[in-house]
């Protein structure tokens, strides 16, 4: 279902595939002319900070929140799109939200290698602590994952849970360090950015992949417990009101 998924997003395109880093790189390419240029934001990591530099230490968040927003965007509609699989008693329905998380990753994974290969081009080397990617962002996908399946359950029975979606979306990508150090911003402000999920995963992806550092494992610890919380808690909710969904649709 998910090689489906990704193979007919694409369906009848000239570029076919392309696509899946085309539209990313372009977004990339747009921020940090806006950034950058515009509002000559610096993220300090040298003194003479390239707009490539600036690029790179960009596109990591941008993945992140690309990750986490592509499921949600969806979920709303997931159950409503599969109306077949509802009437179908044996059918495991969890599973339509994990189509979606499975598509965002193979998207995330070719952005991750466009990133890498352009480290490669801009320093000649990349750091031995990229391979602690996939336990970085695993968090992040276990917290999606519950967050997808209260939503997808929610959109169900309110349609309107699809459009505030796209207005979460918005507010988790610039309420989190993005665009922006989290060290730019009064340490007051920091336990309410923290709320937000994106937060600690794109500092210790920044870490991981630009800085060659080791994650802060007792927060990693913490944030992973957090979100297994948050995995069951959304699966719950999911399996006890999927009982509904066919009389509704």
């Given at each position: 279902m998910v090689r489906r998924d990704v193979?007919?997003?694409y369906h009848g395109s000239l570029v076919g595939l392309g696509w899946s880093f085309l539209n990313p790189l372009f977004m990339l390419t747009l921020y940090t002319f806006v950034f950058s240029v515009v509002f000559k934001a610096?993220?300090?990591?040298?003194?003479?900070?390239?707009?490539?530099?600036?690029a790179i230490v960009l596109y990591v968040g941008l993945i992140c929140h690309t990750l986490l927003s592509?499921?949600?965007?969806?979920?709303p509609s997931v159950v409503q799109a599969n109306v077949n699989y509802v009437k179908k008693v044996v059918f495991p329905l969890e599973i339509?939200?994990?189509v979606p998380m499975g598509s965002a990753l193979f998207h995330s994974m070719i952005s991750?290698?466009?990133l890498l290969l352009i480290f490669v081009l801009v320093y000649g080397f990349v750091h031995w602590t990229v391979l602690l990617t996939p336990i970085v962002l695993a968090p992040l996908v276990l917290v999606t994952l519950g967050l997808s399946w209260a939503v997808a359950s929610a959109g169900v029975y309110f349609r309107d849970v699809s459009h505030t979606m796209g207005i979460l979306s918005n507010v988790l990508l610039f309420f989190s360090p993005v665009f922006f150090p989290l060290s730019m911003l009064p340490e007051r402000f920091h336990p309410l950015l923290m709320v937000n999920p994106l937060t600690f995963i794109v500092e210790q992806a920044r870490?991981?992949?630009i800085l060659g550092s080791l994650p802060?494992?007792?927060g990693l610890a913490i944030y992973t417990l957090v979100s297994c919380l948050v995995a069951w808690a959304g699966y719950w909710w999911f399996q006890k009101t999927r009982?509904?969904?066919?009389?509704v649709l």
């Open positions: 193979i007919g997003r610096r993220w300090g990591v040298g003194e003479e900070e390239s707009k490539i530099v600036f592509e499921v949600l965007l969806r979920a339509l939200v994990v991750l290698l466009v870490r991981v992949l802060d494992w007792g009982k509904g969904f066919a009389d």
